[in-house]
């Protein structure tokens, strides 16, 4: 009885209901929550990365440790690997390097080192792998650094360091 009689009283008022519109909102809200795929990362990189310059590692670097050495000398890149010389390419493999004018290393060299010290790896735990550290120069294109990851990711080895670049006592 009293709606009819502010109903009468105010003719052009209308009244909404508004739980339904909610009730729908919420469910939407749901369904939006549910249906949507957020991007997975494309990858991850296991690795050690060195935190602070000028102290000591905090994980010891075992003597079987296949160690990839980088750096800019004479206008070219050198590497070594396990302090074996690695021949530098004399064909430019890509545009980078041809663009950059400066051959870099054999990288067939490096992936069979790497292959022959897996090969012999033994490792001490259930999930081991052969660590691996990639030690680079400041000044190496970084381009080099990422081939080097690439054949290690290849060969299916997780146990990644990078090296922290020595920086010369002023």
């Given at each position: 009885?009293?709606?009819?009689?502010?109903?009468?009283?105010?003719?052009?008022?209308?009244?909404?209901?508004?739980?339904?519109?909610?009730?729908?909102?919420?469910?939407?809200?749901?369904?939006?929550?549910?249906?949507?795929?957020?991007?997975?990362?494309?990858?991850?990189?296991r690795t050690y990365l060195p935190k602070n310059r000028g102290e000591s590692n905090s994980r010891p670097m075992l003597s079987e440790t296949c160690r990839v050495t980088l750096m800019l000398q004479g206008g070219q890149v050198t590497a070594y690997a396990d302090q074996t010389l690695v021949p530098t390419s004399d064909v430019f493999e890509s545009d980078f390097e041809a663009h950059i004018g400066v051959p870099g290393p054999d990288l067939n060299f490096i992936e069979d080192h790497i292959t022959r010290r897996k090969n012999t790896y033994v490792p001490l735990g259930a999930n081991s792998t052969l660590p691996v550290v990639i030690d680079f120069a400041e000044n190496v294109p970084y381009k080099y650094v990422i081939d080097?990851?690439?054949i290690v990711y290849k060969l299916e080895l997780e146990n990644i360091a990078f090296a922290q670049p020595e920086v010369p006592f002023d």
């Open positions: 009885m009293a709606r009819r009689k502010k109903a009468a009283s105010e003719p052009n008022k209308v009244d909404t209901n508004m739980t339904p519109m909610i009730d729908v909102v919420f469910l939407l809200l749901i369904f939006f929550m549910l249906a949507t795929k957020f991007k997975l990362p494309e990858g991850t990189l080097v990851l690439n």
